[in-house]
């Protein structure tokens, strides 16, 4: 019999529908609010690369001697609106201070905590759908200009290493049969093995929200506004109503931390904007998840079109796209794939919700119980969002989490 308790799950990105299924198989009354139609965030655009070896932080040792020629650099992977800078400091300094080797085998052994399983998470999610083919399996084509500069004995494959990843050096010759669209400058590639990528991130969201839906679950259409507590539960303001409910969980991305400041609870969360560009016509067809190493660029064939995705850019949440980016990124595409140097792309830009050490924020506020929350996934919220749900079940329902959530502790940067 279904326990008769309506949770709240605010924002219906991938991480927020992973949450609401999640909550619905386990029996509980659900509602899903966003302010458009799910799954269209940053859950749309990324770049579809689902790695159980995902293990490596972006805030690695040694990471700020790259920073400056990144900056200076206009096509580099990442950029800084000037006059931003002052507002990014803080947690450019907590970004920076998680790049320590001690600190870095625990966060990626968090990381392995999410990511382990989801390859067969999202296949089991898919199952029975008539869409198991929108998950595919994929090796990771890490591709190098510089020969010297492929080591499969770097920190980063070490770590995935450690995890039980397959990592294998090719040479030119065998990258240009494995991806022979590449341009003919990389000199060699390391392939992560063992991975998948999905065809369409967005369908994926839309189908498993159409599974939400059949179980009873309700989608409303509606801007929230603010949270408030009142009679020991959660008053919901939206542009079109009031609601109430004991229970909350805060799914909304990059804009969540926004909605925890009237509850006095700081969250370093930064909005770090990334950019696809698609090219739908393209007969070009990658076979894997292929990341320019050189230029930080992750590209992968989708039921779309070719897409390439990636760049870092802060500048806070809501301005319009960089015009600056977008044909950065069209010259970078030309660069890695010669045939695209004539098509004309289709662009996006999404906003990733990043926390300075890499991990996402799930768990029960301790100031304010029956308030949860499930965001700041970064750059790997696709991936990390099946064993997300799962996890958000098993405190909304009052069970002793499977594994430790010490490391995701929303209120981790406060204590
Ligand atoms: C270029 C790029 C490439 C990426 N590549 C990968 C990849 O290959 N693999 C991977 O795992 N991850 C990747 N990511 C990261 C991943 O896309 C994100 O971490 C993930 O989508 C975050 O999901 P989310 O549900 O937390 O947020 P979102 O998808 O942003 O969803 C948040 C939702 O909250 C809603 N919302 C916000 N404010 C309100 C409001 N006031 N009222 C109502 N609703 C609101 C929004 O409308 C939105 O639907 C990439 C990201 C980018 C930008």
Redesign the pocket.
Known sequence: MAIEKTVIV???????ICSALALMEGGLKVVL????E?G????Y??????SPWSVVPQSIPGLWRYLPGWLLNSDGPIAIRPGYLPKLLPWGIKFLNQGTPEKIKRISEAMSTLNRSNVMLYRSLLRNTGNEHLITDSYYVHAFRQEHKIDVNSADYQFRKARGAVIERIGQQELRVLEPSLAKDFKGAVLIKGQARTLAPGEVGRVLLGKFLALGGTVLT???QSLNPKNGGWKLTTTSQVHQSDTVVI?????SAKLLQSLEIKVPLEAER???IRYPDSQTCLNHSVMDVDLKL?ASSMSSGLRL???AEFTGLDRAPSEKRISSLISIAGKMIPSLKEQTPKTWM????SMPDSLPCIGESKKHPGLFTA?G?????????PRTGELIAELVLGKSPSVDLDCFRPERFNS
């Open positions: 605010l924002g219906g990105g991938i991480v927020g609010i966003d302010k458009q799910p269209q965030g940053a859950s655009g990324n770049a579809g690369v689902i509606e801007n929230i799914a909304m991305g990059a804009w990334g950019y696809h992750v995705a990636g760049t999404g906003t990733r919700p965001f996934h970064g750059h790997c919220g696709f991936m990390m969002a």
